[in-house]
Nanobody, 114 residues
Framework: QVQLVESGGGLVQAGGSLRLSCAAS????????MGWYRQAPGKQRELVAT???????NYADSVKGRFTISRDSAKNTVYLQMSSLKPEDTAVYLC????????WGQGTQVTVSS
């Protein structure tokens, strides 16, 4: 079992920045991948960014150049640095880990005001 706890969400003005954190309950060293997804009201959950065991990253086209995913294996934590935020980035951001199974955090709300 893996527990994931997100933090760092909040209210920010358009053009601002936030850094989300996802802390895992065990070592992330052997995880196949970790990532961030988001879900806005009335919309489907969508991929934001992922990072694989080997360090390869993948981003949704809508966030490329603005968001950066990274990890600190010593802290069992994955981060999402978000810059140049737009109102359309408003959503609940969820952390995901793939390790023998699929694990999800509870999510953290990000609200970007115009």
């Amino acid at each position: 079992q893996v527990q994931l706890v997100e933090s760092g969400g909040g209210l920010v003005q358009a053009g601002g920045s936030l850094r989300l954190s996802c802390a895992a309950s065990r070592s992330i060293f052997g995880f196949n991948s970790m990532g961030w997804y988001r879900q806005a009201p009335g919309k489907q959950r969508e991929l934001v960014a992922t990072i694989t065991k080997s360090g390869n990253t993948n981003y949704a086209d809508s966030v490329k150049g603005r968001f950066t995913i990274s990890r600190d294996s010593a802290k069992n934590t994955v981060y999402l640095q978000m810059s140049s935020l737009k109102p359309e980035d408003t959503a609940v951001y969820l952390c995901n880990a793939v390790f023998r199974s699929d694990y999800w955090g509870q999510g953290t709300q990000v609200t970007v005001s115009s």
